[in-house]
């Protein structure tokens, strides 16, 4: 199977994008620091991430020019 999207650079993303919400929800005060929520969500983002590259319809299809 072709995957259309970059699996790697989306898991990159998705792993940083958890992590700072994570910050971002003990800054605000919504969750305290020791709370497990903080350490899971980089690992959901990574999955997430690699998850949303894999289904991305991303990309230009090719079509033949010369048929009518």
């Known amino acids: ?14 792993f940083f ?11 605000f005060g919504a969750i305290q ?4 929520t903080v350490s899971v969500l ?3 983002g990574l999955f997430g991430g690699a998850a949303l590259a894999m289904w ?3 990309g230009r299809k090719r079509t033949d020019s010369t048929t009518p």
Do not use: Q, S
């Not at 620091?33 to 497990?36: A, F, Q, V």
């Open 42 to 44: 980089p690992i959901i």
């Open 56 to 58: 991305a319809p991303l």
């Open 33 to 36: 620091l020791d709370n497990i």
């Open 1 to 14: 199977m072709k995957y259309r999207g970059r699996i790697g650079l989306a898991a990159f993303c998705g």
């Open 17 to 27: 994008v958890g992590l700072f919400v994570g910050f971002d929800l003990v800054l």
